[in-house]
């Protein structure tokens, strides 16, 4: 047995005995159990936030409760990496600044925080000081959990007390110096971590604060969807007009018509939230996770509240724009016609809640055409929900157009069927390019005819 | 565990165990093998000789559509025998070789390279015995035509343990394909092929003109890399 | 390698595990998920999947998967030997040609056509009705081996509703509940509700024939199809989009989500139930069962890294192709093997096909376009199949649906020329250039009686890359499906003459059955169902007589084949089965059957 498979073996949890081959008939048992005979098996991330919770567990109300905000506040989308443990961290965030991995926050009490004490982990949430006094990163959204109420963090904590213990550490952070020195960080808050408790606004309905309370708190939508400056806090000013964020553009959620939310009516958000997809979009990039881990398993009025909220926020300023030049539409529309319509169709325009139609689209108009450029070459998988659990995919385009093509068959799209927005230069493909590593072919697990 | 060569069918690929969702990574793609560089790498120069007569006539040039010559058939024979397909790798040529029946199929014990290779230098070796002028190439095209009609119905026999027919319906089959390809594959080139039939190559959506009955569809040929509207300036 | 080194390695044990995953793995994987059951399905193809294996900017390429068999099995690893008749010696398929099996995750049903039919009633009572309404001769003649299946359509009809929901099947119904209905095939069984999305929309030769079709007074009707015409949520939640007849459909995996295959309508689900573990690259080299043979232990396996595996499992489900089904049951000693000499024995018993001709139609002054296509892009007549028409005095049993198809042009492959012209030169190149878009073919899908001498074994000679021998096919068509398909193709040429065409080329069946040409992977047999365990392997839910916690899917459970697609029948009898072990067998695990 190599040394891989024993290590694939365990992180399954499988039981594994060497025999000898002609034992096996009688390793088994002879006799037929009543099925299912073997009915445990791993939790899933998604299982792990939605199974139910029995009325006979002891403080069954606030694990429960515990258990719809750790989804609200998408706590799975940082605390899972990638083969990993339900919230045993470990994912690799690239901040501007550096990279940082998610802490375990299982209830393992020697890696995770099962030796936390309740004020411990308020402290945490509500002033980004961690169990020791130290700062913690701000890459944690401690800025918009500050907002969240004594009791939802105390059930968030119970909640994560009760889940199973996965004794992990994540690897070390890499962050340059002085970046590395945490107390830097006191720094940072000093100037930037100027966010207050909630504060509901009684000129407002009922739903719309309960919409701003998950929206600015646990929700901390704003952590990819408002600019940062130079120091990675958020430009206040422009709370919610979109941002880049790893190679991504987290879009606009204000009312512009163009880039914003204006075309969407409060239930075509509140359906974007449940499943990822509506008549306007699909939920792709790092949003992928959040309908998946977060978004999909919150209930309707909450999903509502947040798009009522969402709908009155301040129009973002539009941007304007330039004359595409005509040989780039031109060839942009050829190479439309014969690479995109398949999924788009002639026109752009789509198929509802499978792939996007293109007109008056938000995602193609927003000012920074890093996300399409992205969504181009690498391709996007729209996130997934009991309700609506097909990934559906767009493939990736690198090995089949060159940077000045996807310029030009992204130039028009942002310029066609009633979208206006600057025409997409070679040289910024050529560096989204670079930065996703796609310059050489990414082949799979078929390609074995390659000579 | 042996560092196992990826693979495009059922064993080689790394096993894997999949739970919990469906798996996807960025960027990935079955790319299609294309091919590049100039000249032949498989053919030697006598082979390359026969190869360009002898597909010369199962396709030949005029007006109507380009010759197979023309469409760059010699070129795609030429890296599909260097390739995968010439060293059989979607063949089964294990032991025992009888001949069987016709209805049996292929039953060489040769991969497509090497049936190639010794059918060539048979049928050069039959041309030299029976005609006054020494290999196929230099026949004239009426004589070119003859050889290939007594391979493809079997009367001319061939020395070197090839079997004429099977060789003649390989390099028929393989003729058309390299005609009627994608360019990607170094034949058909300029999709002068599907332009002489009408097919509009990797085209995916047609819905606009399934009930648009006896109407020309406007669209130009496309492979899967493009086609001269995608660059024109 | 040597067998006594050979290190096996004991894995935990599981409910139920699924030996291959295509349609059937898939279906009965999420049924048995559902019941709460852990389960394991062990594929020895690789992962594929829409986005990353057939995406829109690579599936349409005819060398690389019609000619390439790039996602098809690849015989250079595993094949099977064929002959026509015992007296002969049975050689490999070393190249694939007649049928184009499957591999990988989802295999077959990722480029399959989605044709979705349903078996008329008379088929599963072959042997009974046309005995009674033609005689004893008519089920005997010819050595046929023609049996009734143990289930009837009624039994199934839920079934084929759940698979037709599953896939958001495109059609019209003909037959709702009784009630004949315009449109649709008046001849079909009753179905319990309207197909789930309307039909496609016809081209342009499809149209002329269901027209020459009426014309004739036979009753055209749109082929029934998983080619989506728009787009579809089914039960599972799982989404299909509106195909765009871009005619890369059978042999081609589908860059769009509008055909439905395992990757499109389940595994978006059953991949996170957290009791589902798919492994792929793992092949069973056979079923272990206890020292008696009267129950299995689980099955052994082996990786693309050469490690071997045991695989304890309460229930074993062969959910491989048919002729993977019927090697295992011969490798692991499930039932007694078939022998044609004696009639004895019932594993292997019964291998059966599809008995297929067509006729080219040529016209000068219409333009077809044959490159909008689908898989399953047709009008039909089912007037001719089955026992939709009396054949008294034919001489044969059986039938055929005749189809006025367009699955795609795809030159390589589907350039027609007329009768006369050579297959290469000036002459050849003129004709397919003349005719490309002029032109189209009539399918003529016939039935498949079983005979005597029709059988699969394993090979005597011939070896697979683990040591294990090769099946064996011997296999004829009868004098039954001769006589069949002559009368069928002629039914076709008065319908392609009825379209006032320039010229028409007829492809009869002749001679015998050829391992070249492609004609369609629609392999049956060998495995079949049965109500008595000495005339069949498996009881009507498809478990094995003699080992009772192993089941065997697919088309192998077909005692002979009928004139229809087999996808649908076999994807029913998968519900059908799963539905009797989850309400019965896990109470009680033993025989459901007495």
Not at chain 1, 313 to 337: E, L, N
Not at chain 1, 416 to 430: F, P, T
Not at chain 2, 83 to 98: A, S, V
Request: aromatic content about 10%.
């Amino acid at each position: 047995m190599s040394p891989l498979f024993r290590l694939r073996a365990q992180v399954l949890g499988v039981g594994v005995v060497v025999t000898i081959l002609g034992f096996t008939g009688l390793a088994a048992s002879q006799s037929p159990a009543i099925l299912p005979a073997q009915s445990t098996w791993a939790l899933t991330a998604t299982g792990l936030l939605s199974q139910p919770i029995a009325d006979s567990t002891p403080d069954a109300a606030q694990l429960r409760r515990g258990q719809y905000l750790v989804a609200a506040g998408d706590c799975m989308s940082c605390h899972l990496r990638d083969g990993g443990q339900p919230l045993a961290g470990g994912l690799r965030l690239n901040t501007p600044f550096g990279v940082i991995y998610s802490a375990n926050i299982t209830s393992d009490t020697q890696t995770g925080i099962g030796a936390w004490t309740n004020d411990q982990f308020y402290h945490a949430m509500h002033d980004g000081i961690g169990m020791h006094g130290e700062n913690l990163y701000p890459a944690f959204p401690y800025p918009w959990f500050r907002r969240v109420s004594r009791d939802d963090v105390d059930a968030i904590f119970a909640f994560l007390k009760s889940t199973p213990a996965v004794n992990y550490t994540p690897p070390a952070n890499d962050l340059p110096f002085p970046l590395s020195i945490r107390s830097m960080v006191k720094g940072w808050n000093m100037f930037f971590f100027n966010s207050r408790d909630f504060q509901a606004d009684p000129r407002q309905s009922g739903e719309w604060n309960r919409g701003a309370y998950l929206v600015n708190g646990l929700g901390h939508c704003g952590g990819c969807h408002t600019p940062k400056n130079a120091l990675g806090a958020d430009r206040s000013s422009q709370e919610l007009y979109g941002a880049r964020l790893d190679n991504w553009v987290a879009p606009d959620l204000t009312g512009n018509d163009r880039t914003g939310l204006g075309g969407w009516s409060i239930d075509d958000v509140a359906e974007y939230l449940r499943n990822g997809r509506n008549t306007h979009a699909g939920a792709g990039g790092a949003m992928a996770d959040v309908v998946t881990y977060s978004t999909s398993l919150m209930s309707d009025e909450d999903r509502r509240a947040m798009a009522v909220y969402l709908k009155s926020q301040t129009v973002s300023p539009s941007v304007s724009h330039q004359q595409p030049d005509s040989g780039a539409m031109r060839r942009g529309a050829a190479i439309y016609s014969d690479a995109c319509a398949s999924c788009h169709l002639e026109d752009g325009v789509g198929q509802p809640r499978l792939f996007p139609p293109l007109g008056h689209n938000a995602m193609l108009q927003q000012a920074d055409a890093t996300g399409l450029e992205h969504l181009v070459l690498a391709g996007g998988r729209i996130g997934t929900s009991a309700s609506r659990p097909s990934p559906l995919t767009m493939p990736s385009f690198a090995w089949k157009l060159s940077d000045s093509e996807i310029a030009d068959v992204t130039t028009y799209l942002r310029n066609s069927w009633g979208n206006l927005a600057s025409a997409v230069s070679v040289a910024e493909v050529h560096d989204v390019r670079h930065r996703l590593g796609l310059q050489a072919t990414q082949l799979t697990v078929n390609s074995g005819d390659q000579n | 565990m042996a560092a196992a060569a990826i693979h495009d069918g059922e064993l080689g690929a790394p096993a894997q165990t999949f739970r919990g969702s469906v798996p996807w990574r960025e960027g990935t793609a079955d790319v299609p093998p294309g091919v590049s560089g100039p000249g032949y790498v498989y053919f030697e120069p006598a082979e390359a000789a026969f190869i360009e007569a002898a597909v010369g006539r199962l396709i030949p040039n005029d007006q109507v559509g380009p010759g197979a010559i023309e469409a760059g058939v010699p070129f795609f024979l030429d890296r599909q025998l260097a390739g995968p397909f010439g060293r059989g790798d979607h063949y089964y040529l294990g032991g025992p070789w009888p001949k069987g029946t016709p209805e049996q199929g292929y039953q060489s014990r040769f991969s497509p390279a090497q049936l190639y290779r010794a059918a060539i230098a048979a049928i050069d070796s039959y041309v030299g015995a029976t005609f006054d002028r020494a290999v196929f190439s230099k026949l004239a095209t009426d004589e070119q035509d003859k050889v290939l009609k007594g391979l493809e119905s079997g009367e001319i026999g061939l020395d070197g343990g090839v079997d004429a027919r099977s060789f003649f319906a390989m390099l028929l089959q393989n003729t058309k394909e390299g005609y009627f390809s994608d360019p990607i594959y170094g034949g058909n080139r300029d999709m002068a092929a599907w332009k002489m039939i009408g097919f509009p190559g990797a085209h995916y959506d047609y819905k606009e003109w399934v009930s648009r009955h006896g109407e020309r569809v406007p669209y130009p040929p496309v492979g899967l890399k493009g086609r001269p509207g995608w660059t024109q300036s | 390698m040597d067998a006594e080194l050979t290190v096996t390695t004991t894995l935990k044990p599981v409910d139920a595990v699924l030996v291959g995953f295509g349609w059937t793995g898939a279906i009965m994987g999420q049924q048995l998920c559902d019941a709460g059951l852990n389960v394991v399905a062990l594929e020895r193809g690789p992962w594929r999947d829409t986005a990353t294996d057939f995406a829109t900017g690579f599936a349409q390429d005819e060398l690389r998967y019609m000619w390439r068999h790039h996602l098809f099995q690849n015989v250079a690893y595993d094949t099977l030997t064929i002959r026509n008749n015992t007296s002969q010696q049975a050689l490999p398929m070393r190249r694939l040609g007649a049928f184009l099996l499957g591999t990988g995750v989802g295999s077959g049903g990722v480029h399959w056509n989605g044709q979705i039919w349903r078996f008329l009633p008379s088929d599963f009572v072959t042997r009974s009705h046309n005995q009674q309404r033609y005689g004893q001769k008519a089920v005997s003649d010819y050595d046929l081996t023609v049996q009734d299946w143990g289930v009837t359509y009624g039994d199934l009809e839920p079934y084929y509703d759940q698979f037709d929901k599953l896939c958001g099947t495109s059609g019209k119904a003909g037959n709702l509940n009784g009630d004949i209905q315009p449109g649709g095939n008046p001849f079909e069984g009753p179905r319990s509700s309207e197909y789930p999305t309307p039909p496609m929309v016809q081209t342009y030769a499809p149209t002329l024939f269901g027209q020459a079709a009426a014309g004739l007074g036979h009753h055209p009707f749109p082929h029934p199809t998983g080619n989506l015409s728009e787009s579809y949520v089914n039960p599972l939640g799982a989404q299909l989009g509106a195909c765009t007849y871009c005619g890369f459909c059978e042999k081609f995996g589908c860059g769009n989500y509008s055909k439905a295959s395992p990757q499109t309508t389940v595994l978006p689900y059953l991949m996170a139930k957290p009791n589902f573990t798919l492994k792929t690259e793992c092949e069973v080299l056979r079923v272990e069962l206890t020292p008696d043979g009267k129950r299995s232990t689980g099955v052994t396996y082996v990786n693309s890294a050469g490690e071997e595996f045991f695989q304890p499992a309460e229930i074993v489900i062969l959910s491989a192709y048919v002729l993977q089904n019927v090697r295992l049951l011969l490798l692991s000693g499930i039932g007694k093997p078939y022998d044609p000499g004696t009639g004895e024995g019932v594993v292997g018993k019964n291998y059966a096909y599809q008995t297929m001709s067509s006729v080219n139609v040529f016209f000068d002054d219409k333009i077809l376009n044959p490159f909008i296509g689908a898989g399953a892009l047709a009008t039909v007549i089912d007037d001719f199949n089955g026992d939709n028409f009396d054949h008294s005095g034919l001489g044969f049993i059986g039938g055929a649906y005749i189809a006025g198809m367009v699955t795609g042009g795809r030159p390589i492959e589907m350039i027609y020329t007329p009768d006369g012209t050579p297959a290469w030169g000036l002459e050849w190149k003129h004709a397919a250039a003349k005719n490309y878009l002029r032109s189209f073919s009539i399918s003529v899908h016939g039935s498949c009686m079983s005979h005597r001498g029709n059988y699969l074994d394993l090979d005597p000679t011939y070896r697979d890359v683990h040591g294990r021998p090769m099946l064996r096919m011997t296999f004829d068509f009868t004098d039954n499906e001769h006589k069949m398909s002559d009368y069928l193709t002629d039914r076709a040429a008065e319908v392609a003459r009825a379209m006032n065409p320039r010229e028409i080329r007829l492809n009869r069946r002749t001679g015998s059955f050829n391992v070249t040409p492609y004609q369609t992977t629609h392999n049956t047999g060998g495995a079949i169902m049965g109500d008595n365990p000495s005339d069949s392997v498996v009881n009507k839910y498809l478990q094995c007589w003699d080992v009772p916690n192993v089941f065997s899917m697919g088309a192998g459970a077909f005692p002979q084949n009928a004139g229809y697609n087999p996808t649908g029948t076999v994807a029913a009898l998968t519900y059908h089965a799963a539905h009797e072990i989850t309400t019965r067998y896990l109470k009680n695990p033993g025989p459901l059957v007495q």
